[in-house]
Structure formats: structure tokens, C-alpha cells
């Protein structure tokens, strides 16, 4: 329970929730398999950052796997988007509440 007291945690605590809640933020509008690969960008920032603030060394091989996420997102980014955003969606609670609600049909009634 002491380590949530330390600033350090508490401001880890603070920016993971800022990040799930601009994850779900970007759930809401844009399709997983856009937000999923973007998220992972994360990575190659992480190692850009470990090169040139923190001057570590950074394998060819990592440099590689970098390339690859990148063009991996790149690609993704480039494709068709499938979600659809309707315009035609009430704007307000009222504008809901104004729309007409289907009958209700009683038990051993048919639909007409």
C-alpha cells in the first residue's frame, strides 16, 4: 500500500489510466485493426528514445524490428476503413426521446 504513496507510482498510476482512456476514446470511432497496430507504436518510440535521450546501444536487430512495426502500421493505416460513421444518430436525450417507439404487441397477438 506504500508503493501508491511514492510520486513516481502515483504518476504511472495516473498515465496508464490517461492511456486507457484515450485507448477506449479511439475504440469508440476508429476500427481494432487501426488502434491496435497504432498502439503499437509505442515500441518504436521506446527504442527511439533509448537511442538518442538515453544513449544505449541498439541491436541491428532491433533496428530490423523496428522497419518491420513500422511498415506494419503503415500498412494498416493505408487500408480501407470498415467502420462507417452514421450522421443520422439523435443529438441530444430529447431528439431520442422524440423518436417514435415501436408498438408492443400483447401475448397471442399477431403483428401487423
Known sequence: MLAVLN???AGGILLLLAFFAAYMSSLSW???T???PATSMGYVVLALMARFVLHEHISPLRWT???LISAGVGFVAGGP???THTH???ETFE???AEEEPEE????????
Open 88 to 90: 443520422d444518430r439523435p
Open 7 to 9: 510520486p513516481w507510482v
Open 81 to 83: 476503413t470498415l467502420t
Open 30 to 32: 476508429a476500427d481494432l
Open 105 to 112: 404487441v400483447g401475448v397471442g397477438e399477431v403483428e401487423r
Open 95 to 97: 431528439d431520442l426521446e
Open 34 to 36: 487501426y488502434v491496435l
Open 65 to 67: 524490428g523496428i522497419i
